[in-house]
């Protein structure tokens, strides 16, 4: 399945987090002209990673 940008908004919370310079520049470049900020990105990018991910049996350490 494809990655598809999406307007929804959804409730949040401020993390912070470091990009490397070379990723930002190259997402901000596929954003111009969008109407999708740099946060709805990387928030849809993640959900579309998690979602694609192999499945896990457990993220708990025993």
């Known amino acids: 399945m494809a990655?598809?940008?999406n307007t929804e908004k959804?409730?949040?919370?401020?993390k912070t987090i470091r990009?490397?310079?070379p990723l930002i520049k190259d997402i901000e470049h596929v954003?111009?002209?969008t109407e999708?900020?740099?946060s709805k990105f990387?928030?849809?990018a993640c959900e579309y990673a998690?979602?694609?991910?192999?499945?896990k049996k457990s993220f708990v350490k025993e």
């Open 3 to 5: 990655f598809k940008l």
């Open 10 to 14: 959804k409730e949040t919370e401020n």
């Open 19 to 21: 990009f490397p310079l």
């Open 31 to 33: 954003l111009e002209g």
């Open 36 to 38: 999708i900020t740099f």
């Open 42 to 44: 990387v928030i849809q």
């Open 50 to 55: 998690l979602k694609e991910m192999e499945p």
